[in-house]
């Protein structure tokens, strides 16, 4: 995906949330316990303005978090004008500093909160007990790539603490994740989880349309939404450290 399509996307998930928000402001977000549609719109305005300053500032912004205004919509609708407007102001190119050491650029942001974005998009409308917009496929296809790579992956590698009572379980045996479109082979510890791109013979599948398989792995849909194959204890285990890496 390039830049322009990434702005599409966060533009069209952005404004559908703040669509269906408005209405369930007192309403419970089911996969986020204890949130309130209020509490989602306050932690998504935190985010856009933490990676506008840290964009700007070229430094983590510290202290943190800011006072936001008691109107949490208000607070939203002007986090996300800094955050569409320090995006579009820089060359994807351009360095930033991340949590992700391989990529410290703008893009890398822009990427993110294009999916951080559709993801709390979907929480909004489960919120609002709405029919999920569905997720275009090149933007579910990429959001399954990063969450699997940027977040898994690289979690074992870099924080292996974090998953090291489920690593400690794992033999190296893969699932392969598969939409109509893309393929990944998941191999699963017992030191750290590798993704590679493709297909090959695992243990265990996920299979589905891209937006089944995003909410899947980002947790926001059970087993039913995606079709699994083979050793479910394989599937349990990802499943379990994909809730420590995304929660």
């Known amino acids: 995906m390039d830049?322009?399509?990434?702005?599409?996307?966060?533009?069209?998930?952005?404004?559908?949330?703040?669509?269906?928000?408005?209405?369930?402001?007192?309403?419970?977000?089911?996969?986020?316990?204890?949130?309130?549609?209020?509490?989602?719109?306050?932690h998504l305005a935190e985010v856009y303005l933490h990676k506008t300053e840290t964009m700007r500032q070229g430094v983590w912004p510290a202290p943190w978090p800011p006072a936001l205004p008691d109107a949490a919509l208000a607070a939203l609708d002007d986090a996300y004008r800094q955050l569409l407007g320090e995006l579009t102001a820089r060359d994807v190119a351009d360095r930033a500093l991340t949590w992700y050491e391989p990529d410290q650029t703008v893009g890398f942001w822009l990427r993110r909160m294009a999916h951080e974005t559709v993801i709390h998009r979907l929480d909004a409308e489960l919120a609002a007990g709405v029919a999920h917009d569905p997720i275009p496929a090149d933007l579910a296809e990429d959001g399954i790539d990063e969450v699997l790579t940027c977040f898994l992956a690289y979690a074992s590698a870099e924080y292996p603490d974090e998953l090291g009572e489920h690593l400690g379980e794992c033999d190296g045996r893969t699932v392969q994740i598969a939409t109509e479109g893309a393929g990944w082979q998941v191999q699963l510890g017992p030191t750290e989880v590798t993704v590679v791109r493709g297909e090959s013979d695992p243990e265990a599948g996920v299979f589905g349309e891209p937006g089944a398989v995003l909410r899947w792995v980002w947790r926001r849909a059970g087993d039913g939404a995606v079709q699994l194959d083979g050793n479910r204890w394989v599937i349990g285990k990802l499943r379990a450290m994909l809730g420590v890496t995304t929660q």
């Open 3 to 42: 830049e322009q399509r990434f702005l599409e996307c966060l533009d069209a998930d952005f404004t559908r949330l703040r669509a269906v928000v408005e209405g369930a402001l007192d309403a419970p977000v089911p996969p986020c316990p204890g949130w309130t549609g209020a509490d989602l719109v306050r």
